[in-house]
Each structure stands twice: as structure tokens, then as C-alpha cells.
């Protein structure tokens, strides 16, 4: 029972130094919260720091590790990228500070193979690793390069070597039938969905502004849900150690890619984006997940009023 008086009474003495930390530099802080329960700042900073700090963990894949040590539940599906988020948010910068004035040292420590955490990270092409993953993307992405430069000009009709002359009678018939459906389809189809992107339009007013060198290759689109933006992207040819998400209250969306490999032979550059979204968030509670072929999915929950 003393040990667990002595472990609150840390935490908030931590808590307190880290809110003065904050507060001498005018910036912002806000404690996180993970479903909806206040997080252990200080349980975070110690697995991290023993871990040999932000950097080790995150160049060696140790998130998920960091993150297990909470026992989250099993719907909670990025582990990882959840707990790295908190601690960018509110210890990387006390970490640095620490680092800088000498407060803080690391020693070299032995770290555990990565492998069996995150499966990524092996300087050998293995089936799973980041370089096979990146060529299966690379691969995906130039098929899907080849279909859209693969284009027939309204009239033309495919070359087919066929034998049997009663068979181009048939064919015929069958591509006049064909044309008459296509005529039919805009209007039955095209006006309500047009009117559907109309009415989508109006209920979101979000911007996407690129900063730096235009990247149209990534597409965006946002969606409005119950209590959350949902924000999906394409980014491929990226790993997703090589996408970056930030957010701030205000509602700002901050999508980054930066390949490891600049003069890669694929062409895959360096972006960065920058969402608007209508109403104020919680960066805290922001979740994204980068599927194998380049597909973001950013869960973005609205600013819950105080109570």
C-alpha cells in the first residue's frame, strides 16, 4: 500500500515538472488520455528512457514494446504508433532539454531483436521486410501506373484475330448492346452521384495546401463521421515509418512522406501536406495506420467539450 502511495506521489511530482517545463516556454500541454483514462506520464518516460530514449526506440522499432507494458486492450490496434504519438506530444520535448544540458545521458545498452515486434527493420531482404515490402509496393504502384496510361479513345474497339466469321456478326450485336448501355448510364447514374459529391462538399470545408513542390500523386479525401474526421490517402511506394501524421487543436492535419531513398528509381519524392479540417480536434487521441500497398487512414476524434 506505501508503494503505491509512493508511486502516485511521483507521478505527480513528474507531472508537475513537466507542466512547468511547458509553461516556462510558453507552450502548450495537455495530458494525455488513453481511453479516456489519464495516461501514466511517468511509467512512459521511464520505459522509454530505459529503452535508451525517443530515438533508440523509434530506430529500432520498440513502440510496440513500450506500448504492451500498459496492457491496452486487444481493440486497440496501433499500439505502436498510439504511444509514440503521446510521447512526442508531451515528453520529447523535456527529453531534449534533458539531453542538452547534460541532465539526462544514455549509455550503450542491449537491446532486444526488433524483429519480433514490429518484423521490420533487417538490413536483409527477408519475405516481410521493410526492402521486400517497399519492391511489392514499388511493383503495385508501377501496374497501377501501367492501367491508367492503358487508354482506348472513344470508338476504338480491340483488335481480335478470330477464324470464324459468324462469330463477328455476334460480336457486333453484342458491342451495339454494350453502346446502347453506356448511353443509358449518365442518366441514371452520373446525376445523383454528382449531386451526392455536391451535398458532401458542402457539409465538409476542408483545404489541402501543399508545402513545397506539389505533390498530386497523393490523393486525399475526408470524410465526417459521428464523432471523428476520417481522412484517407494514397501514398504509394512509402513505407509507413517514411509517413509522418501531426496534428494541433485547431484542426490541423499535417500529412508528411519522406522516402529513405531520394534518388530511388521509382520517382517517389518528398511531400508534404496540410489538411484544414472545419472544427477544433484531439491531436491526443489521433490515430493512423499505413496499410503494405500505401493506404493512410487517419482517424481524427472531434474536441470533446469539458465537463
Known amino acids: ?13 513528474f507531472m508537475r515538472e513537466v507542466e512547468a517545463f511547458y509553461r516556462e516556454r510558453a507552450l502548450e500541454f495537455k495530458p494525455p488520455k488513453f481511453y479516456g483514462q489519464p495516461l501514466n506520464c511517468l511509467k512512459l518516460w521511464r520505459a522509454v528512457i530505459k529503452l535508451g530514449g525517443y530515438d533508440t526506440v523509434t530506430g529500432s522499432k520498440l513502440w510496440r514494446q513500450v506500448g504492451e507494458s500498459f496492457n491496452p486492450p486487444k481493440t486497440c490496434t496501433t499500439v505502436s504508433w498510439t504511444f509514440r504519438i503521446f510521447y512526442e506530444k508531451a515528453l520529447l520535448e523535456y527529453e531534449r532539454h534533458k539531453t542538452q544540458t547534460g541532465e539526462l545521458q544514455f ?3 542491449s537491446l532486444p531483436d ?15 521486410s521493410g526492402r521486400a515490402r517497399r519492391d ?9 501506373h501501367d492501367q491508367r496510361h492503358i487508354k482506348y ?3 476504338d474497339e480491340p483488335i481480335v484475330k478470330d477464324k470464324n466469321p459468324s462469330s463477328t456478326t455476334k460480336r457486333e450485336k453484342s458491342l451495339k448492346s454494350i453502346g446502347s448501355l453506356k448511353q443509358k448510364r449518365p442518366n441514371e447514374v452520373e446525376l445523383p452521384v454528382k449531386a451526392a459529391r455536391t451535398e458532401t462538399s458542402r457539409q465538409l470545408d476542408t483545404t489541402i495546401v501543399d508545402v513545397g513542390p506539389p505533390a498530386d500523386w497523393v490523393k486525399i479525401n475526408v470524410r465526417e463521421a459521428k464523432d471523428c474526421f476520417e481522412v484517407y490517402a494514397l501514398v504509394p511506394g512509402l513505407l509507413r515509418e517514411e509517413v509522418r501524421v501531426q496534428s494541433d487543436p485547431a484542426g490541423r492535419l499535417v500529412i508528411t512522406g519522406q522516402p529513405e531513398q531520394l534518388n530511388n528509381p521509382w520517382g517517389i519524392t518528398a511531400f508534404k501536406k496540410v489538411v484544414s ?24 476524434p472531434l474536441e470533446q467539450p469539458n465537463l
Open 1 to 13: 500500500m506505501d508503494g503505491d502511495v509512493d508511486e502516485i506521489e511521483d507521478q505527480e511530482l
Open 107 to 109: 549509455s550503450i545498452v
Open 153 to 155: 479513345s472513344e470508338g
Open 114 to 128: 526488433p524483429s519480433g515486434v514490429d518484423n521490420e527493420g533487417n538490413g536483409h531482404q527477408t519475405p516481410g
Open 136 to 144: 511489392a509496393a514499388a511493383r503495385a504502384m508501377q501496374g497501377w
Open 277 to 300: 479540417l472545419p472544427a477544433r480536434i484531439d491531436p491526443l487521441q489521433t490515430s493512423a495506420v499505413v496499410s503494405l500497398h500505401g493506404r493512410l487512414f487517419v482517424r481524427v
